[in-house]
């Protein structure tokens, strides 16, 4: 069973967030999926096999934390589709089958691919009590995404803040669904980005994830109604770093990114 893994949302090694793929001819039973992404031991691995001619999908996809199965991921989606092409066992636009409908990857003339998710709803809430002292900063406002997403969105007051966040990640854990989306207008947007992110998600195993692309089906909206403009950039600014470009269209949000396979293997059991 060939595996690999590949850093998305980078056209760099070891930047990036890196998934693995696994491109089967069937899905095996659930607990063997787990153990997998378990070994792995990245944010997300990916798991793919084709599905029939006709149908409304081209392949079926699955995604799993090292600790559980996860209903939506942007970058290990972007990564399964770079592994589709880069191997020959898809070509063009593909459609894959998903536990949040079916989510669209086209490739891009530069090289780079184009992701098609349904837009979070962005719900205003209070500001939770205590989320401030667990993450290190006091929020400005507080958004839900809904329940496919499952974040509870945080802007900060500006970019130095967000980048030198230290939060208590297990205390970050009780304030929503999936994680924390923390979020600031870009301090400077000559250096190519719209606004920056760090998100973190201790609740499904992840404390700090490098670059999540779900997340910016939230981000898109808050931001593009923000700053005015629906084609934006943004930096996840993580230890390892990538950038997302989004275009809001509706209910749709395209994300687009590149991605590169840094290791490819056999899984031998």
Known sequence: MPIRIVDAF???PFTGNPAGVL??????DDERLQRVALEVNHAETAFAHPLPEGGAADWALRWFTPATEVDMCGHATLATAHVLHA???HEGPVRFATRSGV???????????TLDFPTAPLTPVEVPAGVAEALGAEPLVAFDTGP?????????ADEKTLRSLAPDHRAL??????????????EDPARGYDFVSRCFFPRIGIDEDPVTGSAHTALAPFWSERLGRPDLTGL??????GRVRTRLRGDRTLLNGRAVV???????V
Do not use: M, Y
């Open 236 to 241: 996840q600014a993580s230890p390892r770093s």
């Open 262 to 268: 840094v290791i490819e293997g056999e899984l031998l």
């Open 87 to 89: 191997t020959g066992a």
């Open 10 to 12: 980078t056209d760099r």
């Open 173 to 186: 854990a009780a304030f929503s669904e999936r994680g924390i989306i923390a979020t600031a207008r870009a």
């Open 23 to 28: 491109l089967l001819d069937a899905f095996p």
């Open 103 to 113: 989510l669209g990857a086209t490739p891009e003339a530069d090289g780079s691919i």
């Open 148 to 156: 496919k997403v499952g974040d509870l969105v945080l802007e900060l």
